[in-house]
Protein backbone atom coordinates (compact mmCIF):
# COMPACT_ATOMS: atom_id res chain seq x y z
CA UNK A 1 0.00 0.00 0.00
CA UNK A 2 1.57 3.19 -0.81
CA UNK A 3 1.85 5.63 2.07
CA UNK A 4 3.06 9.45 2.19
CA UNK A 5 3.94 11.01 5.54
CA UNK A 6 4.59 14.39 6.17
CA UNK A 7 6.13 15.91 8.85
CA UNK A 8 8.12 19.13 10.24
CA UNK A 9 5.04 21.60 10.27
CA UNK A 10 4.69 23.87 12.76
CA UNK A 11 4.68 27.72 13.99
CA UNK A 12 7.02 29.89 12.62
CA UNK A 13 7.71 33.68 12.60
CA UNK A 14 7.37 35.71 9.41
CA UNK A 15 10.79 35.79 7.99
CA UNK A 16 11.75 32.01 9.88
CA UNK A 17 12.74 28.81 8.17
CA UNK A 18 11.01 25.17 8.31
CA UNK A 19 12.18 22.06 6.56
CA UNK A 20 9.65 19.78 5.51
CA UNK A 21 9.75 16.08 5.29
CA UNK A 22 7.53 13.27 3.51
CA UNK A 23 8.79 9.75 4.19
CA UNK A 24 7.49 6.87 1.26
CA UNK A 25 6.51 3.89 1.48
CA UNK A 26 4.53 1.11 -0.13
CA UNK A 27 6.54 1.50 -3.76
CA UNK A 28 9.91 2.28 -5.26
CA UNK A 29 10.49 5.86 -4.51
CA UNK A 30 12.94 5.81 -6.93
CA UNK A 31 10.82 5.44 -9.76
CA UNK A 32 8.39 8.33 -9.20
CA UNK A 33 8.55 11.90 -9.52
CA UNK A 34 7.49 13.74 -6.14
CA UNK A 35 5.26 16.79 -5.54
CA UNK A 36 4.23 19.31 -2.70
CA UNK A 37 1.03 21.34 -2.80
CA UNK A 38 -0.59 23.21 0.14
CA UNK A 39 -3.83 24.34 0.93
CA UNK A 40 -4.46 27.73 2.79
CA UNK A 41 -7.20 27.66 5.57
CA UNK A 42 -9.91 27.42 4.03
CA UNK A 43 -8.40 28.46 0.17
CA UNK A 44 -8.07 25.60 -2.55
CA UNK A 45 -5.06 23.67 -3.54
CA UNK A 46 -2.50 24.58 -5.02
CA UNK A 47 0.88 23.20 -6.54
CA UNK A 48 4.12 24.60 -5.36
CA UNK A 49 6.70 22.37 -6.36
CA UNK A 50 8.23 19.28 -7.96
CA UNK A 51 11.12 17.20 -7.77
CA UNK A 52 12.07 14.31 -10.79
CA UNK A 53 13.26 10.72 -9.60
CA UNK A 54 16.89 11.92 -10.06
CA UNK A 55 16.40 15.34 -8.51
CA UNK A 56 17.82 16.57 -12.51
CA UNK A 57 14.37 18.63 -12.74
CA UNK A 58 12.92 20.67 -10.24
CA UNK A 59 9.98 23.16 -10.55
CA UNK A 60 8.51 25.97 -8.38
CA UNK A 61 5.34 27.40 -8.81
CA UNK A 62 6.16 31.61 -8.96
CA UNK A 63 4.70 32.24 -4.99
CA UNK A 64 7.69 30.12 -3.69
CA UNK A 65 10.49 30.48 -6.07
CA UNK A 66 13.66 31.54 -4.96
CA UNK A 67 12.65 31.29 -1.21
CA UNK A 68 11.29 27.28 -0.83
CA UNK A 69 14.02 24.51 -2.24
CA UNK A 70 12.94 20.89 -3.14
CA UNK A 71 15.38 17.69 -2.65
CA UNK A 72 15.19 14.06 -2.09
CA UNK A 73 16.93 10.92 -1.19
CA UNK A 74 16.12 8.26 -2.60
CA UNK A 75 18.30 6.12 -0.16
CA UNK A 76 16.30 7.47 2.47
CA UNK A 77 12.77 7.13 0.78
CA UNK A 78 12.14 10.23 1.56
CA UNK A 79 11.77 14.34 0.22
CA UNK A 80 12.04 17.04 1.81
CA UNK A 81 10.86 21.25 0.93
CA UNK A 82 12.84 23.90 2.91
CA UNK A 83 11.32 26.42 3.52
CA UNK A 84 13.06 30.17 4.33
CA UNK A 85 11.66 33.47 4.25
CA UNK A 86 8.30 32.68 5.68
CA UNK A 87 5.56 34.82 4.95
CA UNK A 88 2.25 34.74 6.75
CA UNK A 89 0.47 34.00 3.25
CA UNK A 90 2.24 30.72 3.49
CA UNK A 91 0.11 29.38 6.07
CA UNK A 92 -0.99 25.98 4.80
CA UNK A 93 -1.73 22.64 5.05
CA UNK A 94 1.49 21.34 3.15
CA UNK A 95 1.02 17.95 1.29
CA UNK A 96 3.17 15.69 -0.67
CA UNK A 97 1.90 13.92 -3.47
CA UNK A 98 2.88 11.27 -5.83
CA UNK A 99 3.41 11.98 -9.40
CA UNK A 100 1.90 9.58 -11.69
CA UNK A 101 2.11 9.77 -15.70
CA UNK A 102 1.17 13.86 -15.05
CA UNK A 103 -1.53 13.12 -12.77
CA UNK A 104 -1.22 13.66 -8.82
CA UNK A 105 -2.36 10.29 -7.70
CA UNK A 106 -1.21 9.97 -3.52
CA UNK A 107 -1.15 12.23 -1.40
CA UNK A 108 -0.17 12.28 2.07
CA UNK A 109 -2.49 13.39 5.43
CA UNK A 110 -0.56 17.08 5.16
CA UNK A 111 1.53 18.93 7.91
CA UNK A 112 -0.26 22.33 8.65
CA UNK A 113 2.32 25.42 8.65
CA UNK A 114 1.51 28.38 10.31
CA UNK A 115 3.57 31.87 10.17
CA UNK A 116 2.18 34.49 12.70
CA UNK A 117 4.21 36.99 14.92
CA UNK B 1 -1.05 30.45 -14.34
CA UNK B 2 -4.18 31.00 -13.54
CA UNK B 3 -6.42 28.86 -11.17
CA UNK B 4 -9.24 26.65 -13.55
CA UNK B 5 -12.74 28.08 -13.14
CA UNK B 6 -14.98 26.06 -10.80
CA UNK B 7 -18.51 27.07 -9.77
CA UNK B 8 -18.67 27.62 -6.30
CA UNK B 9 -21.25 25.47 -5.12
CA UNK B 10 -23.77 22.82 -6.82
CA UNK B 11 -26.76 20.97 -4.92
CA UNK B 12 -28.62 18.29 -5.57
CA UNK B 13 -31.10 15.33 -3.77
CA UNK B 14 -30.28 12.17 -3.12
CA UNK B 15 -30.52 9.63 -6.01
CA UNK B 16 -30.08 12.84 -8.36
CA UNK B 17 -27.07 13.80 -10.80
CA UNK B 18 -25.21 16.58 -10.91
CA UNK B 19 -21.99 18.16 -12.87
CA UNK B 20 -19.64 20.40 -12.07
CA UNK B 21 -17.11 21.70 -14.86
CA UNK B 22 -14.01 23.16 -14.80
CA UNK B 23 -12.45 25.53 -17.34
CA UNK B 24 -8.94 26.36 -18.17
CA UNK B 25 -7.20 27.44 -20.99
CA UNK B 26 -5.54 25.83 -24.14
CA UNK B 27 -2.38 25.12 -21.99
CA UNK B 28 -3.71 22.78 -19.52
CA UNK B 29 -6.94 21.70 -19.42
CA UNK B 30 -7.21 21.86 -23.58
CA UNK B 31 -3.63 21.24 -24.41
CA UNK B 32 -3.56 17.63 -22.12
CA UNK B 33 -5.72 14.74 -20.97
CA UNK B 34 -4.42 14.92 -17.78
CA UNK B 35 -7.18 16.00 -15.81
CA UNK B 36 -7.80 14.75 -12.55
CA UNK B 37 -10.49 15.22 -9.73
CA UNK B 38 -9.64 15.14 -6.01
CA UNK B 39 -12.89 14.56 -3.26
CA UNK B 40 -11.81 16.43 0.36
CA UNK B 41 -13.76 16.37 3.28
CA UNK B 42 -13.68 18.60 5.90
CA UNK B 43 -10.32 17.89 7.47
CA UNK B 44 -9.44 15.19 5.62
CA UNK B 45 -6.52 15.38 2.79
CA UNK B 46 -7.70 15.17 -1.18
CA UNK B 47 -8.74 11.87 -2.29
CA UNK B 48 -8.49 11.37 -6.11
CA UNK B 49 -11.74 10.24 -7.54
CA UNK B 50 -10.75 10.60 -11.47
CA UNK B 51 -7.70 10.81 -13.12
CA UNK B 52 -6.61 11.17 -16.97
CA UNK B 53 -10.17 12.70 -17.11
CA UNK B 54 -12.45 9.54 -17.12
CA UNK B 55 -9.96 6.77 -15.44
CA UNK B 56 -11.49 5.55 -12.18
CA UNK B 57 -9.07 4.18 -9.38
CA UNK B 58 -9.80 1.22 -7.41
CA UNK B 59 -12.70 1.80 -4.97
CA UNK B 60 -14.02 4.31 -6.77
CA UNK B 61 -17.72 3.82 -7.59
CA UNK B 62 -18.81 4.10 -11.02
CA UNK B 63 -21.17 6.57 -10.31
CA UNK B 64 -18.63 9.50 -10.75
CA UNK B 65 -17.54 10.25 -14.77
CA UNK B 66 -15.43 12.35 -15.83
CA UNK B 67 -15.50 13.88 -19.62
CA UNK B 68 -13.68 16.76 -21.31
CA UNK B 69 -14.71 19.36 -24.64
CA UNK B 70 -11.95 21.74 -25.37
CA UNK B 71 -10.79 23.50 -22.46
CA UNK B 72 -13.83 22.19 -20.16
CA UNK B 73 -13.11 19.13 -18.24
CA UNK B 74 -16.53 18.24 -15.86
CA UNK B 75 -17.14 15.27 -13.11
CA UNK B 76 -20.89 14.02 -13.31
CA UNK B 77 -22.00 12.51 -10.09
CA UNK B 78 -24.82 10.11 -10.56
CA UNK B 79 -27.21 8.98 -8.04
CA UNK B 80 -26.43 11.25 -5.38
CA UNK B 81 -25.56 9.96 -1.79
CA UNK B 82 -24.95 11.52 1.28
CA UNK B 83 -21.62 10.90 1.29
CA UNK B 84 -20.65 12.84 -1.55
CA UNK B 85 -21.35 15.65 0.12
CA UNK B 86 -17.87 17.30 0.10
CA UNK B 87 -15.03 19.39 -1.31
CA UNK B 88 -14.53 18.94 -5.42
CA UNK B 89 -11.34 20.08 -6.88
CA UNK B 90 -10.34 19.97 -10.52
CA UNK B 91 -6.59 19.79 -11.31
CA UNK B 92 -4.79 19.69 -14.81
CA UNK B 93 -1.00 19.17 -15.87
CA UNK B 94 0.06 22.76 -17.68
CA UNK B 95 2.96 22.16 -18.87
CA UNK B 96 6.72 22.37 -18.18
CA UNK B 97 6.35 20.42 -15.05
CA UNK B 98 3.65 22.10 -13.42
CA UNK B 99 0.12 21.83 -12.35
CA UNK B 100 -2.59 23.90 -11.65
CA UNK B 101 -5.99 23.58 -9.73
CA UNK B 102 -9.42 25.18 -9.89
CA UNK B 103 -10.94 27.10 -7.40
CA UNK B 104 -13.21 23.83 -5.84
CA UNK B 105 -16.86 23.19 -5.72
CA UNK B 106 -18.87 22.56 -3.07
CA UNK B 107 -21.20 20.33 -3.30
CA UNK B 108 -24.53 20.20 -1.05
CA UNK B 109 -26.45 17.35 -0.74
CA UNK B 110 -29.95 18.26 -0.10
Known amino acids: EVQLVESGGGSVQPGGSLRLSCAAS????????MNWVRQAPGRGLEWISY????????FYADSVRGRFTVSRDNAKNSFYLQMNSLRAEDTAVYYC??????????WGQGTPVTVSS | QSALTQPRSVSGSPGQSVTVSCTGT?????????VSWYQQHPGKAPKVILYDVTKRPSGVPDRFSGSKSGDTASLTISGLQAEDEADYYC??????????FGGGTKLTVL
Open chain 2, 26 to 34: SSDVGGYNY
Open chain 2, 91 to 100: CSYAGSYSWV
Open chain 1, 97 to 106: ARDQDWNLIY
Open chain 1, 51 to 58: ISTSSTNI
Open chain 1, 26 to 33: GFTFSYYP
